[in-house]
């Protein structure tokens, strides 16, 4: 297996790669050990210059980055990568490793869960990533049995987000701490949690 070179960046403190993306078209991630959110760019097939999907916050992922990732990459091999936990020492290495073992969640993977949910105006809506997740509990019979033993609302919630994502992703071998990972990163961005609708939903419920 050709292992996806990865490239130290000068323009912020962060490593970029090439990787297919979701829609099968060649792409550049880019992740910093500051931000937990990764940043994704397509090619433009008309300039073929980077352009960073809607997700992507520009503050933390200038266009000058990704047009030093674009350069840097260019002729590199790549295959189907998962994101990298990047840290303040690999980028003070004169050569930023990528270890197996630092692999996580795929970016397309995320990204396409991202995609499902994104809202008029752009932005990632909570409302109704939660409201997909409240029809999901009350349709699911493995929820209303966990609610009849009365399961804690933890295990339950996880048990939905799970499968949901899951169902999204159209990805049966994602593992719990990968989709954890996917509500870890998701959870930061939103200041009053992820789940608290699906939570405040399951605590009612159980009473």
Do not use: C, W
């Not at 790549?78 to 692999?103: D, F, S």
């Not at 009350?138 to 996880?158: G, L, N, Q, T």
């Not at 608290?196 to 159980?206: S, T, Y």
Request: aromatic share 6%; glycine share 6%; no cysteine.
């Amino acid at each position: 297996m050709i292992r996806t070179n990865v490239v130290k960046l000068t323009t912020i403190p962060a490593l970029a790669y090439r990787q297919k993306l979701g829609s099968g078209d060649i792409g550049l991630v880019i992740v910093r050990p500051d931000i937990r959110q990764p940043g994704i760019a397509a090619f433009s097939k008309k300039t073929g210059d980077p352009v960073p999907t809607k997700n992507t916050p520009a503050e933390g992922y200038p266009a000058e980055a990704f047009m030093e990732a674009a350069r840097l990459t260019a002729g590199l091999p790549y295959h189907k990568q998962g994101n990298i936990r990047v840290t303040k020492k690999m980028l003070k290495e004169p050569k930023a490793p990528a270890p197996v073992e630092e692999v996580e969640v795929d970016s397309f993977v995320y990204q396409g869960l991202i995609d499902q949910y994104t809202d008029k105006t752009g932005k990632f809506s909570y409302d109704l990533f939660n409201k997909d997740l409240i029809r999901f509990a009350h349709r699911s019979s493995v929820v209303r049995a966990m609610i009849e033993e009365k399961e804690s609302a933890k295990k339950i919630a996880d048990y939905v987000f799970r499968n949901k994502v899951r169902n999204i992703t159209k990805n049966d071998g994602l593992t719990n701490a990968e989709i954890d990972e996917i509500h870890e990163v998701l959870d930061d961005l939103h200041p009053k949690g992820l789940l608290k609708d699906l939570n405040a939903e399951i605590r009612k419920l159980l009473r």
